[in-house]
């Protein structure tokens, strides 16, 4: 018998999105799988549509917006299956992405994440943002993907259809093994949004399990990695990549890395002033502070990790931010 998949779209104020990509999701051809709308809060029609439309869709219905992090944790409590499949809403999938992927992961007991090629959907030819073909990270903390580096998106022409070991799989198709995500505690809720998938990924090398990418698993993602940057996401990104190092480092890679990171940051806030992009500069400050009284708070629990970052999968052993601004490596074949 197959194992048993749920797949689980976290919904807030998403009406649009789910009346558009919920009938790919229904015609999904793997056959033991069950669907679940995890809704967070939603002010607009959402769980009545979903329930009016599609009855054979379980509703879940949280009281109040807990973000990525906080809304998945809460409601993964009520699902049972082998895997889950979290799934964000404005993703498009094709007939066959969840074979692939469970038959690969089923094969490699070691793997416990995995995530499918995501491509845009605005532009199919091109990898998406928001995990493209599997994530990576450099020994400074800085994310990148196979197919995207910062902003800059290749084109897909089939050069990174191998399955690779990665560092990180994307939260906006993440297929993770039920146990082991109930043994790590889920997501941190600190994170609220973004990078929170990153940081559970570290967790699971940490705890001797491998993360893959399975291209022959395609998604298409709408996504905001092209969207105009705001203050929260900026605030969010930055304050949220200074916890993950606080929690996942050794305290002789912190020594190393956070002198470093910080004079990153604050280049990166000055550059930001001399384009009179002041809210950036805020953002990125305001990220600082807040780290700040999250390290000394009683949120934060002191955790030895057993291995360094440079002996885990996915690692650029070199800094990202050099390769693209100094070398101008925008792809990842080039690195």
Same mark, same amino acid.
Request: aromatic share 14%; net charge positive; with cysteine.
């Given at each position: 018998?197959?194992?048993?998949?749920?797949?689980?779209?976290?919904?807030?104020?998403?009406?649009?999105?789910?009346?558009?990509?919920?009938?790919?999701?229904?015609?999904?051809?793997?056959?033991?799988?069950?669907?679940?709308?995890?809704?967070?809060?939603?002010?607009?029609?959402?769980?009545?549509?979903?329930?009016?439309?599609?009855?054979?869709?379980?509703?879940?219905?949280?009281?109040?917006?807990?973000?990525?992090?906080?809304?998945?944790?809460?409601?993964?409590?009520?699902?049972?299956?082998?895997?889950?499949?979290?799934?964000?809403?404005?993703?498009?999938?094709?007939?066959?992405?969840?074979?692939?992927?469970?038959?690969?992961?089923?094969?490699?007991?070691?793997?416990?994440?995995?995530?499918?090629?995501?491509?845009?959907?605005?532009?199919?030819?091109?990898?998406?943002?928001?995990?493209?073909?599997?994530?990576?990270?450099?020994?400074?903390?800085?994310?990148?993907?196979?197919?995207?580096?910062?902003?800059?998106?290749?084109?897909?022409?089939?050069?990174?259809?191998?399955?690779?070991?990665?560092?990180?799989?994307?939260?906006?198709?993440?297929?993770?093994?039920?146990?082991?995500?109930?043994?790590?505690?889920?997501?941190?809720?600190?994170?609220?949004?973004?990078?929170?998938?990153?940081?559970?990924?570290?967790?699971?090398?940490?705890?001797?399990?491998?993360?893959? *990418? $399975? =291209?022959?698993?395609?998604? %298409?993602?709408?996504? !905001?990695?092209? +969207?105009?940057?705001?203050?929260? /996401?900026? &605030?969010?990104?930055?304050?949220?990549?200074?916890?993950?190092?606080?929690?996942?480092?050794?305290?002789?890679?912190?020594?190393?890395?956070?002198?470093?990171?910080?004079?990153?940051?604050?280049?990166?806030?000055?550059?930001?002033?001399?384009?009179?992009?002041?809210?950036?500069?805020?953002?990125?400050?305001?990220?600082?502070?807040?780290?700040?009284?999250?390290?000394?708070?009683?949120?934060?629990?002191? *955790? $030895? =990790?057993?291995?360094?970052? %440079?002996?885990?999968? !996915?690692?650029? +052993?070199?800094?990202?931010?050099? /390769?693209? &601004?100094?070398?101008?490596?925008?792809?990842?074949?080039?690195?």
């Amino acid at each position: 018998m197959l194992p048993s998949v749920a797949i689980v779209i976290l919904n807030y104020n998403g009406i649009n999105y789910l009346q558009q990509f919920l009938p790919s999701v229904l015609s999904s051809t793997y056959s033991n799988k069950k669907i679940i709308v995890a809704d967070n809060a939603s002010t607009d029609d959402s769980v009545n549509w979903v329930k009016e439309n599609y009855p054979q869709i379980t509703v879940l219905i949280n009281t109040q917006n807990n973000g990525y992090a906080g809304g998945y944790n809460w409601c993964l409590k009520s699902v049972e299956a082998d895997y889950f499949v979290l799934l964000n809403s404005d993703v498009e999938v094709t007939a066959n992405w969840i074979e692939p992927i469970i038959e690969l992961m089923q094969a490699d007991t070691k793997i416990a994440a995995c995530q499918p090629k995501i491509l845009s959907w605005h532009h199919k030819e091109k990898f998406e943002y928001a995990g493209a073909c599997g994530g990576f990270i450099d020994l400074y903390g800085y994310p990148f993907c196979r197919g995207r580096i910062f902003d800059f998106c290749e084109d897909d022409k089939g050069q990174y259809n191998s399955v690779e070991k990665i560092f990180w799989a994307s939260g906006a198709a993440l297929f993770i093994k039920s146990k082991v995500f109930v043994d790590l505690n889920g997501f941190d809720e600190n994170f609220f949004a973004h990078m929170e998938e990153i940081d559970l990924c570290w967790r699971l090398q940490l705890s001797g399990y491998t993360i893959a *990418v $399975q =291209p022959a698993s395609i998604v %298409y993602h709408v996504g !905001g990695g092209t +969207l105009p940057k705001s203050y929260q /996401k900026t &605030f969010l990104n930055f304050r949220n990549n200074w916890i993950m190092l606080c929690k996942n480092l050794t305290i002789k890679e912190k020594f190393l890395i956070f002198p470093v990171r910080f004079f990153l940051d604050c280049t990166t806030a000055c550059k930001a002033l001399l384009s009179k992009d002041t809210e950036m500069a805020r953002a990125i400050f305001n990220a600082h502070i807040a780290f700040i009284k999250w390290k000394f708070s009683s949120k934060y629990k002191s *955790v $030895q =990790p057993n291995k360094p970052l %440079y002996k885990l999968n !996915g690692v650029l +052993l070199n800094s990202i931010v050099f /390769k693209y &601004f100094v070398r101008k490596k925008k792809r990842y074949s080039d690195l």
